[in-house]
């Protein structure tokens, strides 16, 4: 969905950073809202401090979803709208665009949330996602050092993604 | 693009890094039986059996969900279902079925052909108060309880002691919603 209707010109893509990345940044949250893990490649400018910074990200994504499932024409089922929500029940939002950015979710049934902010021109990242869903699973928990919900300290896991993001377009 | 069917049991089992069969029954075995002898207590045993379960299952749920492509089951029938056919096959090798759904549709009964873990056992008379196989009914309610389902899980019959076939009762205790997490006035 594209929240401003305005202007259909978009800067171009960011020019690529030195390490060639495609992506801008990427967060991770589990159901608790603890962010497992933040990443930025390319982020110019930085308006809060980082627990604010995520506290709102997990914020919007909560309340977006919430409000999308709320406004599913095609769903019978209509609770008020704040109601907590049962994983299984709604239909899911997967990416937003502005004319700047374009913000790609995806959750898991366990609650594990990949957010990846990426130029505005990329195409469907939920394949891409899901990849990185996979990276999560292979490095990170099977990693008998790593302590579910804590943040993600594995250093396999980080040499993959940034690999991975260099080839996402 | 098109959503991606999800993948049959059969399918991931055959393409994931599967280990020796007689390794890992063999390692289980040593467990127990290191449990057995640091613990004495056969409840001990058991509890600490469904506690490693437990730590594995809240892991497994996400290599389950990562490899099989399963969105979200929308009621408690469809997880059993996907556990049984889906689950078993995929970790362990093994097809399971379902029996028993009482009426409600909130506790069924996971009925087990054969049982990897206990090849070459035989519990010997001090330990007959032993579920051998707990670690699977951990495994199981971290799996669930990681999906918001919060259930109980109990050995119903156990070949070990004599029954016929391996049979785990899965009874869906709560399902909890998630709730947003920090407080408004923080």
């Known amino acids: ?169 | 693009m098109p959503a991606v069917p999800p993948r049959s049991g059969d399918a991931i089992f055959a393409s994931i890094e599967r280990v020796n069969a007689e390794l890992f029954t063999l390692t289980y075995g040593a467990i127990v039986r290191q449990l057995l002898t640091d613990l004495e207590e056969v409840d001990e045993v058991n509890k600490q059996l469904d506690q490693m379960g437990y730590n594995i299952g809240i892991r497994l749920i996400d290599e389950f969900l990562a490899k099989a492509n399963i969105s979200r089951c929308v009621d408690f029938k469809e997880t059993a279902d996907v556990i049984a056919k889906v689950g078993f096959k995929m970790f362990l090798g093994i097809s399971a079925s379902l029996t028993n759904w009482d009426a409600d549709g909130t506790t069924c009964s996971i009925v087990l052909e054969d049982n990897p873990l206990v090849d070459f056992v035989e519990l010997p008379d001090t330990c007959q108060g032993l579920h051998y196989c707990n670690v699977l009914s951990g495994v199981i309610r971290g799996a669930l309880e990681m999906v918001s389902m919060k259930t109980e899980v109990t050995w119903v019959r156990d070949m070990l002691r004599g029954d016929d076939a391996y049979e785990l009762q899965v009874k869906l205790l709560k399902q909890v919603p998630e709730e947003y997490p920090y407080k408004d006035d923080e």
């Not at chain 1, 506290?55 to 008020?80: H, Q, W, Y």
């Not at chain 1, 990949?114 to 869903?133: F, Q, S």
């Open chain 1, 1 to 169: 969905m594209q929240f401003f209707g305005g202007s259909d010109v978009s800067p171009s893509p960011p020019a690529t950073t030195a390490a060639g990345h495609n992506a801008n940044m990427m967060y991770m949250f589990n159901r608790n809202g603890v962010c497992l893990f933040y990443r930025e490649w390319n982020r110019p400018l930085h308006t809060l401090n980082p627990q604010q910074d995520h506290k709102l990200m997990f914020g919007l994504l909560f309340s977006l979803k919430s409000l999308t499932a709320k406004m599913d024409p095609t769903s019978g089922d209509k609770g008020n709208l704040g109601m907590p929500q049962l994983p299984g029940q709604g239909c899911s939002f997967h990416c937003f665009r502005t004319n700047t950015y374009k913000l790609s979710f995806m959750e898991s049934p366990s609650g594990i949330k990949i957010i990846l902010v990426t130029h505005p021109k990329t195409g469907d990242l939920r394949e891409a996602t899901k990849y990185i869903y996979n990276l999560y699973v292979e490095y990170v928990v099977k990693n008998p050092m790593y302590a579910p919900g804590t943040p993600i300290r594995c250093d396999l896991f980080t040499t993959n993604l940034d690999q991975y993001v260099r080839s996402i377009s």
